[in-house]
Structures are given as structure tokens and as C-alpha cells.
């Protein structure tokens, strides 16, 4: 990603934010207005920086200039979520003092143009779009969906997207961060283990890659071994059923690993 520069006028911190952390940009946001220079850094969908008066007044106005800077964003003193950053900014604002200047302090005497404001349109699309929370988006490809009835609505509390799928296809949209494949019993594989194998590989040639755990097909030393060049993570045996005690412990074996796995990037559940 190159650097961007561009007026507040034209896009909002709030705006410019969005489109940031919907990139999975990293660096520093430079904003020069009214009130002085503020910056705020951007790393995994959390923001860090001072909310001082530059940055209020230049939130509440939208006057000024603002370039972002990929990159590392060097020692900060705290990570906050998207919208927890600018739920601060909202309150500070508030309770700014009443002789801050308003917008239409700073850009009275600039007259109009007339011709309307071309990105207007853009400005109110953004503002409908929520701020995202940095979910981690998990792909299932399970031929039989039952032992996991259960356990996609524990994984959505936990704040993960869940994509179930009876067929191992690459999902569309963004990428997953994790792809969980369980494979049909032995007397159905038959002909299909290929295409269980080329999810597998795809999700191995991303980048960074995409972990893969597998389950079933373990009484297959060729699938097995195949899977294991193919990239798989981690191998587990399929549950005999979707209820009782070694079900549970699947759900749980699998959750853990899960877990695990997503917080290599720092997107672990909570809970």
C-alpha cells in the first residue's frame, strides 16, 4: 500500500478509518488541521494515539489535511478497538469547551461552489457501514454438518464468523483465517478425496497461510500423508456422533485448536 493523502473535508476521520481497517492497513495517519498535527496509528483493526485537541477539533470539524503512512507503527502506550477509539473521540468531544470553533466557524466565508459535493454520496455509504470488530472468519467444509449444530453458535458468541459449507469450496469474500475440513466417511470418500486435498493446498498457498485442521480419513495412510504434504496443521479423528460425552470433546478438541491457531493472529475469542 502506498501513502494517501487527501483532505478531511472531503473524507472524515471516522470515514478514512473505515476504509483503513477494511484494508488491514497498518501505519500511522497524519492529520494536520486547525488545531495543530495528531496522529493516530492503525494495526489489526485497532487504533492508538493521543486524543488531544488537534485531533478533537479536526474530528468535529473535518477541516484540515490528513496522510497515511504504511508501515510499522511504532511503541504505543495502548491499543484500543476501532470503536471504542472513537466512542473516546465522541465523549471528549462532547465535553469539549463551548468556545471551540464549530464546522461552520471554520468554513464560513469560503462560499459555494455550486456544483454540490461529489463525494457526499461516499461520505453517507460509509457512515451506514459498521465499524467491524476484527471477527475471524472460519470456513467448515463438512459433509455431514450434524457434530457441528452445536458448535457454530458457541464460536459465533465467541465473536467468530462461521462459513458451513457441504462441499469443500474456497468460500467467496474475504479469506478465512481458519478452514476446518471433515471429510465423508471412507465409503463415500471414494473419488473425492482430490478435491478435499486441493482445499487444503489452497488454503496452504495463501499469505500468509491459512492453517488447516482436518478431520477424518485417518484409517487412509495415503490421505493421510497426502494431507500432510498438502499442508493440513493438525489431524483429528471424526466423532462416532453429534451427542454424548466424546462429542463434547470433540467440540472442545476443536475449539481449543481453534483458538489457538487464530490467536497466532491475534484474533482469538473471548470467553
Not at 468460500?171 to 465423508?184: K, S
Amino acid at each position: 500500500m502506498k501513502a494517501i493523502l487527501g483532505r478531511l473535508s472531503e473524507l472524515g476521520l471516522r470515514e478514512i478509518s473505515k476504509l483503513l481497517t477494511a484494508a488491514g492497513a497498518e501505519g500511522v495517519l497524519e492529520v494536520d488541521g486547525p488545531g495543530g498535527a495528531a496522529r493516530v496509528a492503525f494495526k489489526n483493526g485497532h487504533l492508538a494515539g493521543e486524543v488531544s485537541p488537534a485531533l478533537l477539533m479536526a474530528y468535529s470539524v473535518r477541516s484540515g489535511t490528513y496522510c497515511f503512512r504504511p508501515g510499522g507503527a511504532g511503541p504505543v502506550a495502548e491499543w484500543l478497538p476501532q470503536e471504542e477509539f472513537f466512542a473516546r473521540l465522541d465523549a471528549e468531544a462532547k465535553t469539549a469547551k463551548a468556545g471551540s470553533p464549530t464546522r461552520s466557524d471554520v468554513m464560513r466565508g469560503s462560499g459555494s461552489s455550486g456544483t454540490g459535493d461529489p463525494l457526499a454520496e461516499l461520505r453517507d455509504s460509509l457512515a451506514q457501514i459498521p465499524i467491524p470488530f476484527g471477527a475471524a472468519r472460519i470456513l467448515i467444509a463438512a459433509a455431514d454438518p450434524r457434530p457441528y449444530r452445536t458448535l457454530i453458535p458457541v464460536w459465533r458468541q465467541r465473536g467468530w464468523e462461521v462459513v458451513l459449507d457441504d462441499a469443500p469450496r474456497w468460500p467467496e469474500g474475504p479469506a478465512p483465517r481458519l478452514v476446518v475440513e471433515h471429510l465423508p466417511m471412507t465409503a463415500t470418500l471414494a473419488g473425492q478425496d482430490k478435491s478435499w486435498l486441493a482445499l487444503a493446498k489452497r488454503a496452504a498457498a495463501r499469505r500468509p497461510p491459512v492453517p488447516v485442521l482436518w478431520v477424518g480419513g485417518l484409517g487412509d495412510p495415503w490421505l493421510r500423508h497426502e494431507a500432510i504434504v498438502a499442508g493440513v496443521e493438525f489431524m483429528l479423528p471424526a466423532p462416532a456422533g453429534d451427542a454424548g460425552e466424546t462429542a463434547r470433546w470433540f467440540r472442545d478438541d476443536l475449539t481449543l485448536l481453534a483458538d489457538r491457531f487464530l490467536s497466532r493472529r491475534g484474533e482469538s475469542g473471548v470467553g
